[in-house]
C-alpha cells in the first residue's frame, strides 16, 4: 500500500487552500547539476570559428590533370590564378577522462579523522560542501562548525562552505592531484558530510550519479543512492529506535528538531576507506583547417586544397553553390577519391592522412560557374564543426565573393529530420500489431469525426457549451484508450494531443480536472510558510495582487492538523487547525486494514490502501466536504509514484475538480553521473501515469525541469531539442497535461534538494511562459526582484493567448542559444548566443528583455 497524501487546489484568488510535499527524490543542493561535458547525441556545430592571419604552409599554385579512373591529381603549375586563401582556428570539444578520490582515515587520536578529496584532472577545482547535523529536520545541507573549515574556505549563504582544492605534493611530474582535507572531531553532533566538486573554469558540477556525495558518520542514516564509503551498519538504529531509522533525514518524522535531539543516539566505530569516482571533463581544444582556392587557366577549372591538424578520420561534408542563395547542389564529376554521395542532397569526402598521421588534407576539382563551395566538418556521428553555426562558404571566384561564414546549417540530422514525417507508428509491424493498428484505426477516425461534428456545430452556432464539453471528453477518453493500445508495441509516447490543436474557442471546462487550458498556477507558498501561524491569513491579503500579475489557480499548503508543522502527516483530515490555517474543529479517530501497495511505498508513514472500496468511498467524502463546503476548485496529488493512477481517475470523476495535478518525480538518466541527452523514458513514466488516470489529471513536468538545469548552468542549449525536434519533456509529449515549473518548495527555498541554477530564474521563466504546458510559478520568485519581469513574462502569454495547447517550432537549439516561435504569434530566445527573427512575411517587435533572453511579438 501507500499513503495518500491529496492536497487541495484553488483556483479563485479569494478562497483559500492548497497542497504539497517535501522532495526526497533525486535529492542535489544549491547549483549541483550533473554537469561533465560531453558530446550531443545529436550533431554539434562549432561556432567558435575565426579567421587567421598564418598558414600551415605557404600556398601553392595548382593544376591538375585526370587519370584514366576519372580521379583528381593535384599537380604545382604556374599558370595558376590565385582565387582565395585563409586559415580558420576551429575549437574542438574533447572529452578527458579521470577520478575523483573520497578517503577517509583516522588522525593523531581515535576521536580525530580526516576526510580528503581530490581530482586528478587539470581544472580550477572547488569543493561545495556542507554537513547534516543529528535531529536537523529542516535541511539536509548545513555549515559546519569555523573549526572544521579549511583555510580558504569561503562561506556560502547560510548552507554551504566552498573550499578549493590545491595542489598535493604526490603529483607526479606527468599528473597533478589536486586535493583538500576536512578535519573533524567524532564527538561532534554531525551526522554526514555533504559535498559536489566544481570547476570554476568550465563552470561544470560533479556528483555522484546524479545526487550530492554522502559521507555518513553516524550509524543510522539511509543508503538512498548517494553514500560513499564503508556501508556496514547503515538503515539501523541501535536498540529500540529501530522502528524510526527511515524516518531521521525526513522532515515528516517529528514534531520539531529538538524531538530529535533528545533522543540518544549511539555513533558508529567509523571506518577508514578510499574510494573512486569516474569523471569525464571536456574541454577545447584549438584546431586549424587552411583552405586554397586556384584557378586553373589551362583548363578553366577551380582547384580546392584543404588542410588540417585534425585528428583521426576528417570528413568532408561538401556541396556547390550556383548563385547567391546558397542552396546546395551536387557538382559534376570527376570527385577525388573516398567520396560517397549522401542522399542526393550532398558529397562525403572522407581526407588523406599526412605522412606520420598528423592531420589530413585534400584536394578538390570544380567547375567554373559554382559561386562558392560550401562544407561542415564531420568527425563522428556526433561531432560536426562549422563557423559560427552556419556553413563553411569559400568563394571560388574573385568577381563573386560571398561571406566566408554564411548559409544555414548542415548536417545529417536536419536531412534526416527534413525528409522523416511526423509518422505515429512504423510501417513494418508484425501481424499482431496490424490487427491493433486496425482497432485503433477506427478509435482515430472516431475521434476526427467527433472533431468534425464540434466544428461544424460550432460553427452553425447550435451547439451548446455544455454539448461542446461532453464531446471533447469523449475526444480525449478515446484519445487515451488508443495510447493505451499502443502503448504495448512502441516505446514511447507520441503526440496524443495532436487532435487538441483544432482551432476552438476553448470552454469554461474541459473535462474534470484539466481546466481551459489557459491557467497560469501560482505557488502560494514555500517551505518555512507555517511559522507565521495564519498563513492562510497572509495570502488573503495578497490575493488581489497576485490575480493583479495574471495568475488564475492557487496553489496552499495542506490546510488539515497534521503531525508535522509544515501540513504533512496529517492526523485528521476534517480537522482545519493547523499553524497554516488557525482554524479550530471536533477531531476524529481512525482505524485501517490493508492490502500489497499498488505503488512505491513512502516509508515514513503508514499507507493507505486505495484497493478497498471503504477506503475510496471515505476519500471521496472527504473530497466533496473540501470542495463543496469548505470551496476547493482542485487539487494537487502528493507523491502519486505511491498508489496506481486509476484511482486518481476514480477520484477526480467523482469531484469534478476545476483542476488536478500529480506529482510524479523519480531521477532522470544518468550516465557515470551526467545527464544523458535522451529522458524518453523519464518523461514515458510520467506519460504513463497520466494515462492511466485516463487524461483526468496533469503532472508536474519534472523532465523539463531537469534539462533546463543542464542546458542553463553548462550552457548546452541543444539539450532543449530531443531527438525530434520537439520540447524534450513531458511538454513536447502531452503539452495539455504538462505542468511545467523551475522551483517549488521542495526544489528550493529553505530545503534546497534541488535548486534552479542560481541568477538564471528569469531564462527559465521565459521557457515555460512562452511555451505550451500549464506553468507553475513559485512564491519566492513572485515576491522578489523577479516580480516585474515575470509580471511581463505573464502578460505576454495572456495577451497572445498562449495555452496548454499552443503549437511551438524549435527554431534554434545549439551550445549557447535556444529559441522558438509559438502559435506563430511569440519568438523567444535565451542563452548568451545570438538570435534575431526575420522579418520576412511578419514583423517582429521586441518587447521584453533581460539577462540572456529576448522575447518577440508579431504585428
Request: charge should be negative; glycine fraction near 8%.
Amino acid at each position: 500500500m501507500s499513503i495518500a497524501v491529496i492536497r487541495p487546489l484553488f483556483r479563485q484568488p479569494h478562497r483559500l487552500g492548497g497542497g504539497h510535499r517535501p522532495a526526497y527524490l533525486n535529492s542535489s543542493m544549491a547549483r549541483s547539476f550533473y554537469l561533465n561535458y560531453a558530446y550531443s547525441p545529436r550533431p554539434i556545430f562549432n561556432d567558435a570559428c575565426s579567421l587567421s592571419s598564418h598558414h600551415f604552409k605557404p600556398a601553392k599554385a595548382l593544376s591538375l590533370r585526370t587519370s584514366s579512373i576519372d580521379t583528381a591529381v593535384v599537380e604545382t603549375s604556374e599558370s595558376s590564378d590565385f582565387v582565395f586563401s585563409e586559415t580558420f582556428q576551429l575549437k574542438r570539444p574533447q572529452k578527458v577522462e579521470g577520478k575523483i578520490t573520497i578517503r577517509l582515515e583516522s588522525g593523531n587520536s581515535d576521536d580525530n579523522w580526516r576526510l580528503t578529496v581530490g581530482c586528478c584532472l587539470p581544472g580550477k577545482w572547488i569543493l561545495h560542501w556542507g554537513v547534516n547535523y543529528i535531529g536537523d529536520v529542516g535541511s539536509e545541507w548545513d555549515q559546519p562548525p569555523p573549526d572544521m573549515r579549511p583555510p580558504g574556505s569561503i562561506p556560502i549563504k547560510d548552507y554551504a562552505i566552498e573550499t578549493p582544492l590545491e595542489k598535493s605534493l604526490a603529483s607526479s611530474e606527468g599528473e597533478s592531484i589536486y586535493e583538500v582535507n576536512i578535519d573533524f572531531n567524532t564527538n561532534s553532533s554531525i551526522a554526514a558530510i555533504n559535498f559536489v566538486l566544481k570547476d570554476e573554469e568550465t563552470g561544470s558540477w560533479y556528483q555522484h550519479r546524479g545526487r550530492d556525495f554522502k559521507v555518513p558518520l553516524i550509524d543510522y542514516l539511509q543508503d538512498d543512492g548517494n553514500i560513499v564509503g564503508a556501508k556496514k551498519g547503515l538503515g539501523t538504529w541501535p536498540g529500540p529506535l529501530g522502528q524510526i531509522s527511515n524516518m531521521l533525514l525526513k522532515p515528516e518524522a517529528a514534531n520539531s528538531k529538538e524531538d530529535i535531539g533528545e533522543l540518544s543516539v549511539q555513533k558508529r566505530g567509523l571506518q577508514g576507506f578510499y574510494e573512486e569516482q569516474a569523471v569525464v571533463k571536456e574541454i577545447l581544444v584549438d584546431n586549424l583547417v587552411s583552405v586554397s582556392v586556384r584557378h586553373c587557366l589551362e583548363t578553366a577549372k577551380n582547384l580546392l586544397y584543404i588542410e588540417t591538424d585534425l585528428p583521426g578520420d576528417v570528413i568532408v561534408h561538401w556541396g556547390i553553390c550556383k548563385d547567391d542563395g546558397k542552396t546546395w547542389e551536387i557538382p559534376s564529376e570527376p570527385y577525388p577519391p573516398e567520396t560517397s554521395m549522401f542522399k542526393d542532397k550532398a558529397l562525403r569526402t572522407l581526407l588523406q592522412r599526412k605522412n606520420g598521421g598528423h592531420g589530413s588534407l585534400g584536394s578538390f576539382i570544380l567547375d567554373e560557374g559554382s559561386v562558392a563551395f560550401v562544407f561542415v566538418l564531420k568527425l563522428n556521428e556526433n561531432t560536426w564543426l562549422n563557423c559560427h553555426g552556419n556553413d563553411f562558404c569559400i568563394p571560388l571566384s574573385s568577381f563573386s565573393v560571398p561571406p566566408i561564414h554564411s548559409g544555414q546549417p548542415h548536417s545529417e540530422d536536419e536531412e534526416q529530420n527534413n525528409e522523416s514525417g511526423s509518422l505515429l507508428i512504423s510501417g513494418n509491424a508484425s501481424e499482431a500489431n496490424q490487427e491493433v493498428s486496425a482497432y485503433t484505426d477506427e478509435i482515430i477516425d472516431e475521434i476526427r469525426n467527433l472533431v468534425t461534428d464540434i466544428s461544424s456545430e460550432k460553427n452553425r452556432k447550435t451547439k451548446s457549451k455544455k454539448a461542446q464539453e461532453s464531446i471533447l471528453q469523449e475526444i480525449e477518453k478515446l484519445a487515451a484508450e488508443a495510447y493505451s493500445i499502443f502503448r504495448s508495441s512502441i516505446p514511447t509516447f507520441t503526440e496524443t494531443d495532436l487532435l487538441e490543436e483544432e482551432a476552438l474557442e476553448p470552454p469554461v471546462k474541459i473535462s474534470s480536472g484539466t481546466g481551459s487550458g489557459f491557467e497560469i498556477l501560482c505557488q502560494g507558498f514555500n517551505w518555512e510558510s507555517h511559522k507565521s501561524g495564519k498563513w492562510y491569513i497572509d495570502l488573503r491579503e495578497k490575493a488581489s495582487k497576485l490575480a493583479s500579475l495574471g495568475f488564475t489557480v492557487l496553489w496552499l499548503p495542506p490546510p488539515t492538523d497534521s503531525v508535522s508543522s509544515e501540513g504533512y502527516m496529517p492526523r485528521d483530515l476534517y480537522n482545519l487547525n493547523s499553524r497554516l490555517t488557525n482554524v479550530k474543529m471536533h477531531p476524529l479517530t481512525f482505524q485501517g486494514r490493508g492490502n500489497k501497495s499498488s505503488g512505491d511505498n513512502f516509508h515514513a508513514a503508514p499507507n493507505i490502501d486505495h484497493s478497498q472500496e471503504f477506503v475510496r468511498k471515505d476519500i471521496k467524502e472527504w473530497l466533496h466536504w473540501l470542495r463543496e463546503e469548505i470551496g476547493y476548485d482542485g487539487w494537487r496529488l502528493d507523491f502519486v509514484r505511491g498508489f496506481w493512477g486509476g484511482y486518481v481517475k476514480d477520484y477526480i470523476e467523482a469531484t469534478e475538480p476545476y483542476f488536478a495535478v500529480g506529482e510524479y518525480w523519480d531521477s532522470l538518466s544518468y550516465t557515470y553521473g551526467e545527464m544523458d541527452h535522451n529522458q524518453d523514458a523519464h518523461r514515458q513514466r510520467i506519460i504513463d501515469w497520466i494515462n492511466a488516470t485516463n487524461g483526468t489529471a496533469g503532472a508536474f513536468d519534472v523532465t523539463t525541469k531537469g534539462i533546463l538545469h543542464s542546458a542553463l548552468e553548462r550552457c548546452e542549449y541543444w539539450r532543449l531539442s530531443d531527438e525530434k525536434g520537439k520540447p524534450p519533456g513531458v511538454v513536447g509529449w502531452w503539452p495539455s497535461r504538462a505542468v511545467t515549473f523551475i522551483e517549488n518548495h521542495d526544489t528550493g527555498s529553505t530545503q534546497g534538494h534541488w535548486r534552479f541554477p542560481g541568477g538564471k530564474e528569469i531564462q527559465g521563466y521565459a521557457y515555460i511562459l512562452t511555451h505550451p504546458g500549464t506553468p507553475s510559478v513559485f512564491y519566492d520568485h513572485i515576491f522578489s526582484e523577479y516580480q516585474s519581469e515575470i509580471s511581463t513574462l505573464i502578460s505576454i502569454r495572456n495577451r497572445n493567448k498562449i495555452q496548454c495547447r499552443s503549437t511551438v517550432q524549435i527554431m534554434k537549439a545549439e551550445r549557447d542559444v535556444y529559441a522558438a516561435m509559438t502559435d506563430e504569434k511569440v519568438v523567444m530566445k535565451i542563452g548568451p548566443g545570438h538570435y534575431e527573427p526575420s522579418n520576412g512575411s511578419r514583423n517582429w517587435s521586441l518587447v521584453a528583455e533581460g539577462r540572456d533572453y529576448k522575447i518577440w511579438e508579431t504585428s
